[in-house]
T-cell receptor, first 112, second 114 residues
Framework: GQQVMQIPQYQHVQEGEDFTTYCNSSTTLSNIQWYKQRPGGHPVFLIQLVKSGEVKKQKRLTFQFGEAKKNSSLHITATQTTDVGTYFCAGRRRGSNYKLTFGKGTLLTVNP | ETGVTQTPRHLVMGMTNKKSLKCEQHLGHNAMYWYKQSAKKPLELMFVYNFKEQTENNSVPSRFSPECPNSSHLFLHLHTLQPEDSALYLC?????????????FGSGTRLTVV
């Protein structure tokens, strides 16, 4: 079945440092979504990428979708303590009723 | 509040108990989902309802029984659970099941089976 792998599993940074999490799929994706889950909270939808090579920005967050539509990344510039949480990617594959498959997530902790 | 309300927030039940989890959304969405979130595992899709019809049962044991009486409400009936069923159960909704929609998640029910 389809797998979505995320690395790293954990990342600890000093406030002000940059952070990147990577998502890789074993199959070509129709689109990919990113979610953030704060500790003790629930996943919150951040963004969806659809086009090959697409890049979207939300303030300090930059999201990329690979040319082959099999990988994606989330980059945070100059992390803040409010960025703490688990970042999940979730991919949809054609031919699977567009079922959304989540990665295991990357837990980001930020030292003030 | 996310627009998707789950009750109860916490539940402790014995293995012989029967309980139900409730999910309610007033976002006008037509698709609703149950997910299970366990430590160190990806979010696991359990059930999908699209326009009140169940369209996905992701090989979930029969001790979990979903019910969707209308597009705004979703239940998960639980009976004779096992300790390994302890997890965070998340409800989500989207405008319709399929492409191009992000999910709105509820705050979840933290279930402990003793």
């Amino acid at each position: 079945g389809q797998q979505v792998m995320q690395i790293p599993q954990y990342q600890h940074v000093q406030e002000g440092e940059d952070f990147t999490t990577y998502c890789n799929s074993s199959t070509t994706l129709s689109n990919i979504q990113w979610y953030k889950q704060r500790p003790g909270g629930h996943p919150v939808f951040l963004i969806q990428l659809v086009k090959s090579g697409e890049v979207k920005k939300q303030k300090r967050l930059t999201f990329q979708f690979g040319e082959a539509k099999k990988n994606s990344s989330l980059h945070i510039t100059a992390t803040q303590t409010t960025d703490v949480g688990t970042y999940f990617c979730a991919g949809r594959r054609r031919g699977s009723n567009y079922k959304l498959t989540f990665g295991k997530g990357t837990l980001l902790t930020v030292n003030p | 509040e996310t627009g998707v309300t789950q009750t109860p927030r916490h539940l402790v039940m014995g293995m012989t108990n029967k309980k139900s989890l409730k999910c309610e959304q007033h976002l006008g969405h037509n698709a609703m989902y149950w997910y299970k979130q366990s430590a160190k595992k990806p979010l696991e899709l359990m059930f999908v309802y699209n326009f009140k019809e169940q369209t996905e049962n992701n090989s979930v044991p029969s001790r979990f029984s979903p019910e969707c009486p209308n597009s705004s409400h979703l239940f998960l009936h639980l009976h004779t659970l096992q300790p390994e069923d302890s997890a965070l159960y998340l409800c989500a909704s989207s405008p319709a099941d399929g492409d191009n929609y992000g999910y709105t998640f509820g705050s979840g029910t933290r279930l402990t089976v003793v």
